[in-house]
């Protein structure tokens, strides 16, 4: 009996996603984890720098953390640098995939034209569920605002909305592909994202904890290497309040679900604490049988700052120090979006009035077609 995919199909042997994975969260993992249900082997094409500044715009992040960043992504097996914008069957052949699996927004070259339009047109395209309340644009627009009202209560969301749009779109152009939302946790979507094995009791338990905000290279090589000290790693991610107090501003950026899927989406970890204490407890350290904590030396709270949330497992002769390796910061993610702050916002207001343009051809014709005479 054939094994099925999410949408009914058959399952393939390769296949395929693609596209420009800038500021990789959460709703570019969970595309990822639902194309990896339609085949046994996740084969992910990256766009380079190029490509993207020619069809969209100047990408946040450059390609070598681009292609880094997806290949840490726990569904996916390979990756192909420098695919091209426009999918083709051809690239599809050359990597001896079956099919390609993308998201049910649409995705347009510089010219207006839908890249997935061949593939289509041959029968080799899928499509899974985009991820609500998350995109790139979305991230860029919550940085440029520089306000904390994308993790304040519901009823102040709409201002939000407004505020953002303003940014984002001309009074005409209103993409119903990339808006400003809220994201809804819930724990279907944990569940999805969780690896659900507890630890061995023969397993080496680490921990860390963190903000781990606008997750980056940064983060996946400070978990890579604290990973290396143990069997089974436990990361705690800190509340939005306790973030905003020794960050300030509009820290944290992403909320504390959209963090957590963040980083459950990363290979190296195996299980996350949800709104974890600012201090490393003796009961934290119990309840999970920690036997290594390690802490990273960069784009972490003064160093300095009293009580030390880290005296238990000092105590304790478990406490480790890592250098990342990485000089990337949440702090320098804001930076560079700050720093090319016209750049961004032109990107964006041309990216949705294209897709806005699209998205009323597209009603035209459906409400063409729904009109059918009538034969006597």
């Given at each position: 009996?054939?094994?099925?995919?999410?949408?009914?199909?058959?399952?393939?042997?390769?296949?395929?996603?693609?596209?420009?994975?800038?500021?990789?969260?959460?709703?570019?993992?969970?595309?990822?984890?639902?194309?990896?249900?339609?085949?046994?082997?996740?084969?992910?094409?990256?766009?380079?720098?190029?490509?993207?500044?020619?069809?969209?715009?100047?990408?946040?992040?450059?390609?070598?953390?681009?292609?880094?960043?997806?290949?840490?992504?726990?569904?996916?097996?390979?990756?192909?640098?420098?695919?091209?914008?426009?999918?083709?069957?051809?690239?599809?052949?050359?990597?001896?995939?079956?099919?390609?699996?993308?998201?049910?927004?649409?995705?347009?070259?510089?010219?207006?034209?839908?890249?997935?339009?061949e593939v289509k047109r041959e029968k080799r395209y899928r499509e899974c569920k985009?991820?609500?309340?998350?995109?790139?644009?979305?991230?860029?627009?919550?940085?440029?605002?520089?306000?904390?009202?994308?993790?304040?209560?519901?009823?102040?969301?709409?201002?939000?909305?407004?505020?953002?749009?303003?940014?984002?779109?001309?009074?005409?152009?209103?993409?119903?592909?990339?808006?400003?939302?809220?994201?809804?946790?819930?724990?279907?979507?944990?569940?999805?994202?969780?690896?659900?094995?507890?630890?061995?009791?023969?397993?080496?338990?680490?921990?860390?904890?963190?903000?781990?905000?606008?997750?980056?290279?940064?983060?996946?090589?400070?978990?890579?290497?604290?990973?290396?000290?143990?069997?089974?790693?436990?990361v705690g991610i800190l509340s939005d309040q306790v973030v905003n107090e020794y960050?300030?501003?509009?820290?944290?950026?992403?909320?504390?679900?959209?963090?957590?899927?963040?980083?459950?989406?990363?290979?190296?970890?195996?299980?996350?604490?949800?709104?974890?204490?600012?201090?490393?407890?003796?009961?934290?350290?119990?309840?999970?049988?920690?036997?290594?904590?390690?802490?990273?030396?960069?784009?972490?709270?003064?160093?300095?700052?009293?009580?030390?949330?880290?005296?238990?497992?000092?105590?304790?002769?478990?406490?480790?120090?890592?250098?990342?390796?990485?000089?990337?910061?949440?702090?320098?993610?804001?930076?560079?979006?700050?720093?090319?702050?016209?750049?961004?916002?032109?990107?964006?207001?041309?990216?949705?009035?294209?897709?806005?343009?699209?998205?009323?051809?597209?009603?035209?014709?459906?409400?063409?077609?729904?009109?059918?005479?009538?034969?006597?």
């Amino acid at each position: 009996m054939t094994e099925k995919a999410p949408d009914g199909g058959p399952k393939g042997n390769r296949v395929w996603a693609d596209g420009c994975y800038d500021m990789v969260h959460f709703g570019h993992a969970n595309q990822l984890r639902q194309a990896k249900q339609f085949g046994k082997t996740l084969v992910v094409g990256v766009h380079s720098d190029e490509e993207i500044k020619m069809h969209k715009g100047p990408p946040v992040f450059n390609e070598e953390e681009r292609y880094r960043m997806v290949a840490g992504i726990k569904w996916v097996d390979e990756v192909v640098i420098d695919a091209p914008y426009v999918t083709t069957v051809e690239t599809l052949e050359a990597h001896k995939v079956d099919f390609c699996i993308h998201g049910d927004d649409i995705t347009l070259t510089a010219d207006g034209k839908d890249t997935y339009a061949e593939v289509k047109r041959e029968k080799r395209y899928r499509e899974c569920k985009r991820t609500c309340g998350v995109s790139t644009t979305d991230l860029v627009g919550r940085m440029l605002l520089l306000t904390k009202q994308h993790h304040v209560h519901d009823d102040e969301i709409e201002q939000h909305k407004e505020r953002a749009r303003s940014l984002s779109t001309d009074n005409v152009a209103l993409s119903p592909w990339t808006r400003v939302s809220r994201f809804i946790p819930t724990t279907t979507t944990i569940l999805e994202f969780a690896e659900g094995r507890p630890p061995k009791p023969t397993d080496k338990v680490v921990y860390v904890c963190g903000a781990f905000d606008l997750f980056h290279i940064g983060h996946l090589s400070f978990l890579e290497k604290a990973a290396e000290f143990g069997d089974y790693l436990v990361v705690g991610i800190l509340s939005d309040q306790v973030v905003n107090e020794y960050k300030g501003s509009n820290h944290p950026i992403m909320s504390l679900h959209e963090r957590v899927l963040s980083v459950l989406a990363y290979k190296p970890v195996n299980e996350v604490v949800i709104g974890a204490p600012y201090t490393v407890s003796a009961d934290l350290l119990d309840q999970f049988n920690v036997q290594v904590v390690v802490d990273g030396v960069r784009d972490r709270p003064n160093p300095f700052r009293s009580p030390d949330p880290f005296e238990e497992p000092k105590r304790r002769g478990i406490y480790r120090e890592i250098d990342s390796g990485s000089d990337m910061t949440t702090d320098l993610i804001i930076e560079r979006i700050i720093s090319h702050r016209i750049e961004f916002e032109s990107r964006n207001q041309k990216k949705e009035k294209k897709e806005a343009d699209v998205a009323r051809a597209m009603n035209l014709i459906k409400s063409k077609t729904s009109v059918e005479p009538v034969n006597n």
